[in-house]
């Protein structure tokens, strides 16, 4: 379940140069007993999904572009909505990923951008 959850938050924010590493900080608090039966029935619907394309399994689409018309079929979901809006803050809240993306944090407490170089910024 949780190599599923890893590949499919891999696959809903696809970024090549962050480690799984981070991907699995940001799925982890849903390997609880609390969340177990929810998350395991999102799993099988997302595998069933996969077997309606013709993989064995959702981490059996070895193309991400396979996986992603995958996730497509389950996006109205309540597991996949979940998931999704889980990983806005359980990926990008990680302080340790932050630099992969040339973010220098909040800067509030450093008096703000506006006299700091707001515009060296090169990821927008």
Known sequence: TMAT???MARDIYPHDHVGDEY???AVKGYDTADTAEEIEAGVRMLDD????AGYANYLAAGWERDRVDILRHVE??????????GLVTGLYNQKAVWPLFGYEGESYSKGGYINRGF?????I
């Open 49 to 52: 999904a996969a077997r309606g």
């Open 119 to 123: 515009d060296d910024i090169t990821w």
């Open 23 to 25: 991907y699995v900080i």
């Open 5 to 7: 959850l890893v590949q």
């Open 76 to 85: 109205k979901s309540a597991f996949f909505q979940k998931i999704r809006g």
